[in-house]
Structures are given as C-alpha cells and as structure tokens.
C-alpha cells in the first residue's frame, strides 16, 4: 500500500456519503488503504451508514467508535450543537483509535487525516500523532467563503443577520440577504453561533481543503478562496462527487423506475427533501393540494410530518404511516400521473432517468450536485442548516432553479406550490433553466474526465499523501 488515509466524518448519511463517494475515486488513481472512523450518538440509526461501509471494497476499512450520550442536552437544542459535541466527544475514543493504527504492525500508519466542516476539534489530536488534517468540505464553496468569513462578518455587524438592511456581500459570491445566511448563525445569542464562529476560525489550521464542487460550477467563489488572503490552507476542488447508485433495483426502487419508464421525457417532478428534511402536517397538505393542482406528473417520496423540518436527521424514521398524513383521496386522485413512496427512494437513479425533468428539493449540497451532474432543473425549498445559502446560489448565482415563497405563516401554499411546478415543466423559464444545468452537466463531466480539473487536483492531494 502506498498510504493509509484515516477519515473522520461527522454524523449524518450527508456527510458520510460524500466522504465515501472520495473515497472510491482515490481508488481510481491510487493504491491505498481507507480507514473510516465513525462517531455515533446514542439511539441515532446506524444500520444505514453501516450498510454502505459493509459493501465497499476490502482495503477501505470501518471503526465504529462508541456512541456518545446527547440526553443532558435541551429538546431543542440546534442540530449544528449536537453535531459538534457528537464530534468533540468522541475525541478520546478518536485519540484510542489513532494510538492503535499507529502501532499496528501491518498497515502503515496514516499519513493523512480527512475530516469534514465539523471536523477541526480532532487538528490537536491529529498533531500529536504527526499526522497532516485535511478538510473535506461537504458543502458548496460558496458556503465555505460564507463560514471563513464568519469570524470577520460577527467583528463586522452587531446587529443579527436578520436585521441588515443591505445583503451581506461575500467575496466571489452573489449578495445574499441576511436572512439566508446559515441557520447556525441566526442567533448570535445562542451557543450554536459562538460554537460555529470558533469552528470556523480552526479552518485555517488545516494543511489543505478538498471542496465537494468544481471550478466551473464556482468560479468566483473559487477565486476568492484562493486570491483573497483570508483562506490560508491549499483548496483543493475535486468535485462533483455524488453517490454512484444504490444498486437497489428491487421493491420500491424498481417500483419507482419501472413507473417512470411509462412517462414522456422530461415530464415528471421529482419531489424529495432528503434524508434529514420533514414537513408539518399542514405543510404537508398544502404540497399536497399544489401538486394535485398542477396538474403535472410527479413522484413524490413522502415522510411522516413533524413539527421540526430536520427531525428525522439524528433520529430513525417515524413508524408511522404517512400516507395517513395526505388529504383524504389524494392518492386516488392522481393515480396514474403522481407516484407517492414510502420514505425512501433510489434518487440517483431517478434524477438521470430520461422521463425526470424537475426537482423539487430542499437544497442539501449532494441534491444539487445530482441534480447538476444528471442535467436536471430544481424548484428549491431550503428547510434547514446551509440550505437557504445553497437556495441562493441555484436561483440568482446559476440560474437554475426557482425558490418557492413562504407566506406569513411560514407555509408554502397550494397555489404558489402549482405555480412553480408548472413553470418549471412547462414554462418558458422551465426552459431557460433546462439549458443552463445542460450545459453545467458537461462541463462537471469535464471536471471528473482523466485530464480534468477536478481530477488534477485530487492527484495533486494524494501525490503529498504519498510523499
């Protein structure tokens, strides 16, 4: 083996996938050895993460590392604060783990240790062995821009982000109201945003920062990183990786695919908030109703709804029945041209189906990658985290996705719901959009081909691994 690369992700499928996903394509170019080291909560699912690990080839390896207990912690304690201490305490079962890696007598010790965003607690750990941290960043590059410049913007505003009477302009981005910062930085009151400004000045401490994105997709943001003097680890763009398929070609996942094989090309919405994303009930409903109204073909993967919109990302989901959440014969109303699904669907696969001509998403960093790398407009609906961020940059910074509106009451009502679904598969702006992710699925292609950017660049990371 050439090296043994330790990776530390963060709780939550979004963040493991990605960091799995590198990980194959490290395989592609280079013979290594992968140890993935897994922090864990206390009653979060684990079956999931441990599935994907189990299947991956015999020199990536898995540790487990023992869950740690959240309970002391408030109900509604932000889902940022309970990422980071799931991190920080598992930092002495990390500190265990790296003690036995360094001495054992088969593999090399690891000459790299990956984390991502929430990830630089484990830097001072990580020295203490001699080993270099690298960052993997699982969020786009212009929220990376937006967290390095987190500890300038709190110096520069005392007001919340919320009560700015101009856009917060962030170097290489579009301008983004105050409002679609991340939600980790709502409340300059609450922990989570002293938490997400001292984690933010730990970036710097990295030796290097490998982006999930790619040049072409963030140019500005891209050239800021590197130009602006303020990001002082090497970037690394090595993006767009998304997940290769779930390879589930059975039950629902051939449910879904056999179903869109009767549908004309680019006529059907796709409608899925992720694996973390819930709606309330009265949300739910009004959904509904505006995709019943629309009178276009979807197909929706529907969860059990809850008064918090990312309840089901620490926690297994509800066992409840959702299909007992919809309005009262909806789904024999538009039997034959909406699909509604359990919880869960094989999302690569849908969003590259010929018969897919639209996303409705919650604007999750790995929704929009597929949805680019698959050619496919989005209607975007941020629930959570950096996904309002995300939103601005597919609408006003690409150009390829509309944002729904939320009325007063914080709901997206049927009609603006019909509104954007029609505009999207039918509408002129539906169009525009068509052309524009086309030409961002070509050249996210060029970025992964065997002399591309993204390419290059990963070879320039490994090559120091390596060495």
């Known amino acids: 083996m050439e090296a043994h690369i330790a990776i530390f992700p963060s709780p939550g499928m979004g963040h493991l996938i990605p960091l799995i996903e590198l990980a194959h394509r490290l395989l592609l170019h280079r013979r290594l050895f992968i140890t993935f080291i897994i922090p864990t909560a206390a009653g979060s699912p684990v079956k999931p993460q441990n599935d994907i690990l189990n299947a ?26 309970r990422i980071s201490l799931t991190v920080t305490r598992s930092l002495p079962a990390l500190r265990q783990t790296l003690t036995e890696l360094t001495s054992d007598p088969i593999k090399k010790s690891p000459s790299a240790l990956v984390v991502d965003v ?49 856009p917060v302009r962030l170097p290489g981005c579009v301008p983004v109201q105050g409002t ?13 945003y002293s938490r997400m400004v001292e984690l933010a000045k730990m970036f710097s401490m990295s030796k290097g920062i490998i982006v999930n ?14 130009d602006g003097g303020w990001c002082k ?12 398929g779930s390879e589930n070609h059975t039950g629902t996942g051939f449910e879904c695919l056999k179903w869109l ?66 309005p009262d014969g909806f789904v024999w109303r538009v039997e034959g041209r909406g699909l509604v699904v359990s919880t869960w669907a094989p999302q690569v696969e849908i969003l590259s189906h010929g018969s897919t001509g639209g996303f409705l998403t919650h604007c999750g960093w790995n929704s929009i990658l597929e949805s680019v790398v698959c050619g496919v407009p989005m209607i975007a609906w941020p629930l959570f985290a950096e ?81």
């Not at 679609?180 to 989570?192: L, P, R």
């Open 56 to 81: 991956m080839p015999e020199n990536i390896s898995s540790i487990f590392l023992p869950p740690v207990d959240l309970n002391d912690l408030p109900h509604d304690t932000a889902l940022e604060t």
């Open 118 to 166: 929430f990830g630089p607690f484990s830097f001072e750990i990580a020295k203490e062995f001699n080993i270099p941290a690298y960052m993997f960043c699982t969020v786009s590059a212009m929220t990376l821009v937006a967290t390095f410049h987190a500890p300038i913007l709190d110096q520069m505003y005392a007001c919340e982000y919320k009560d700015l009477p101009e």
């Open 180 to 192: 679609d910062m991340g939600d980790s930085v709502q409340d300059k009151k609450n922990e989570t």
């Open 213 to 226: 994105s790619f040049v072409d997709l963030e140019p500005g943001a891209f050239k800021a990183l590197e």
């Open 233 to 244: 680890p090497e970037i690394y763009p090595v993006g767009p990786l998304i997940r290769s």
């Open 261 to 326: 094989d009767k549908h004309p090309v680019g006529s059907v919405l796709f409608v899925s908030f992720g694996s973390g994303g819930t709606l309330s009930q009265k949300q739910l409903s009004e959904l509904a109703f505006g995709l019943e109204q629309s009178g276009q073909r979807f197909l929706w993967v529907v969860k059990s709804p809850h008064g918090k919109s990312n309840a089901s990302y620490f926690n297994a989901q509800s066992h409840l029945d959702p299909f007992g959440f919809l």
């Open 387 to 467: 996904q309002k961020l995300n939103s601005v940059l597919v609408t006003d910074g690409l150009g390829v996705a509309n944002r729904v509106k939320v009325d007063e009451n914080g709901v997206v009502g049927r009609d603006e719901v019909s509104k954007c679904v029609k505009g999207l598969i039918e509408g002129e702006d539906g169009r525009k959009m068509r052309l524009k992710v086309s030409e961002l699925k070509g050249l996210g292609a060029m970025a992964l081909s065997p002399d591309g950017s993204s390419t290059r660049s990963l070879l320039n990371v490994v090559q120091k691994w390596c060495d």
